[in-house]
């Protein structure tokens, strides 16, 4: 029956908020694994014009779903990554490769325009006949004992047994379930944008790292890449303020001109930099994914392969319920999500939160311990296959749709 605004108040399965990568993936996955599932995402306020390197698992699973194929030809291979210490510090660390080939692996993944890689969720999404897409911005999530209540801004009101939160940092969804965020500031930003280049980039993706944080170029198809640089905000205000011409020659001067003649395209991003994990990723009915559940600097690639590990993760759950019969938004259902994801964001939020740590540091023994681990992995084969390996797809945690599994 329409309510007092005239909508029709729908009963669907699951319910996802937020459009972004991660909340895209999920709704894809939940509705081909027959789950009626609604996604009602308001269009961000800024154009993303970040990349995103898609490493081992990801790209697996967008294939599983029937997503990559949309968008791979706007994908560059990344089969080699270089760390280069330009901290010019006491404790200098050799520069480490890793090289794809070295782990049996064409490449460790391939780097993508977020731009590309959304429209090619939303594309495939909208194939989906269980799949009801809404542009529309969320005002209120309300768990109760049997669903979540969720009311759009257009006066329409939906209800579900499981809402899926992907909407972002600061979500709504996350406040909604009760859960609360450990969360800190780093003293730095980052400026992403896109560049031209005269050099070919040889499929190489280099990390320079500065005392201010890494200088991170990314391959993009053709003689473009991407870029991430990690600076003090009030540095990254006035770097970021530079025209294209002298921009240009800035950041030609801070890759040491490795890739020659640098032009920058039109479109900057500034992001401040922390660190943020939920204290649970699921209650109420309500699922954290994405950066609704955890936000680690961009550093090693990781943060949205995060978040799609933790759609495939929810997607797999939730339908295995369904087919038995089950309630899908069941606490057993969110306690299990909960446990499989906490190791995979812990670890790795750990393990960038440190890396980031020694390269800020003036203090000599850890800038010495850093530059004795980047030693050990450039010598030690069998270690820095393991590092590899691990960073590319964790031992664990690998759910199905990572694994080429149908859900
Ligand atoms: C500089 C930088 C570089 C990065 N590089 C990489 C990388 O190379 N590899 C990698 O894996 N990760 C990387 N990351 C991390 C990655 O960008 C994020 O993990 C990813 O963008 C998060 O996606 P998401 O879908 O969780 O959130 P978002 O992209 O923030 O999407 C949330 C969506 O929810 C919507 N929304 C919010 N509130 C509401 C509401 N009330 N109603 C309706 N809709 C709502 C928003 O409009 C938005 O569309 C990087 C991050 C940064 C900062």
Same mark, same amino acid.
């Given at each position: 029956m329409p309510n007092k605004n005239g909508h029709r108040d729908e009963i669907p399965s699951? !319910?996802?908020?937020? %459009?972004?990568? &991660? %909340? +895209? @993936? &999920? $709704?894809? #996955?939940? *509705?081909?694994?027959g789950i009626a599932t609604v996604l009602v995402g308001k269009r961000p306020v800024r154009a993303d014009n970040r990349t995103t390197a898609l490493l081992g698992g990801s790209v697996t699973a967008l294939s599983t779903l029937g997503v990559w194929e949309l968008c791979a030809a706007q994908a560059a291979p990344l089969k080699t990554m270089r760390i280069v210490d330009d901290t010019r510090r006491l404790w200098h660390a050799p520069e480490v490769k890793f090289e794809a080939h070295e782990i049996d692996l064409d490449a460790f993944g391939y780097n993508i325009e977020n731009l590309h890689l959304v429209a090619a969720l939303e594309q495939h999404a909208r194939t989906l006949g269980s799949l009801r897409m809404i542009e529309d911005e969320v005002l209120r999530i309300e768990p109760g004992a049997d669903a979540v $209540?969720? @009311?759009?801004? *257009?006066?329409? *009101? +939906?209800?579900?047994? +499981? @809402?899926?939160? $992907? =909407?972002?940092r600061r979500s709504m969804g996350r406040d909604a379930a009760g859960i609360a965020l450990d969360e800190r500031d780093y003293k730095q930003a980052a400026l992403t944008l896109c560049l031209k280049h005269s050099r070919p980039h040889r499929d190489t993706s280099t990390e320079f790292h500065t005392p201010s944080g890494p200088f991170t170029l990314v391959p993009l198809p053709g003689l473009r890449s991407s870029l991430v640089w990690v +600076? =003090?905000?009030?540095? $990254?205000?006035? !770097?970021? #303020?530079? =025209?294209?011409?002298?921009l240009s020659a800035e950041i030609e001067r801070a890759s040491h001109s490795i890739l020659g003649k640098i032009e920058v395209e039109s479109g900057r991003g500034l992001f401040p930099l922390g660190v943020a994990t939920a204290r649970r990723f699921a209650d109420k009915r309500i699922a954290l994914v994405g950066e609704a559940a955890h936000v680690i600097p961009p550093i090693g690639a990781q943060g949205l392969n995060l978040g799609l590990r933790d759609a495939a993760t929810i997607g797999e759950l939730a339908i295995a319920a369904h087919r038995e019969g089950g309630d899908i938004g069941a606490q057993d259902v969110l306690n299990a999500y909960d446990k499989m994801r906490r190791a995979d964001v812990g670890s790795r939020t750990l393990a960038i939160d440190l890396l980031n740590r020694t390269l800020l540091t003036d203090f000599l023994p850890v800038q010495g311990m850093r530059g004795l681990g980047l030693y050990l992995l450039d010598r030690i084969g069998?270690?820095?296959? &393991? &590092?590899?390996?691990?960073?590319v797809a964790p031992a664990t945690a690998q759910p199905r749709l990572m694994r080429g599994e149908a859900l």
């Open positions: 699951a !319910i996802v908020v937020g %459009g972004g990568p &991660a %909340g +895209l @993936t &999920a $709704a894809i #996955a939940l *509705s081909q694994g $209540a969720v @009311t759009l801004k *257009s006066g329409e *009101s +939906l209800r579900a047994p +499981l @809402t899926i939160a $992907a =909407d972002g +600076l =003090d905000p009030i540095q $990254a205000d006035e !770097i970021g #303020a530079l =025209d294209d011409a002298e069998p270690l820095r296959r &393991a &590092a590899m390996r691990e960073g």
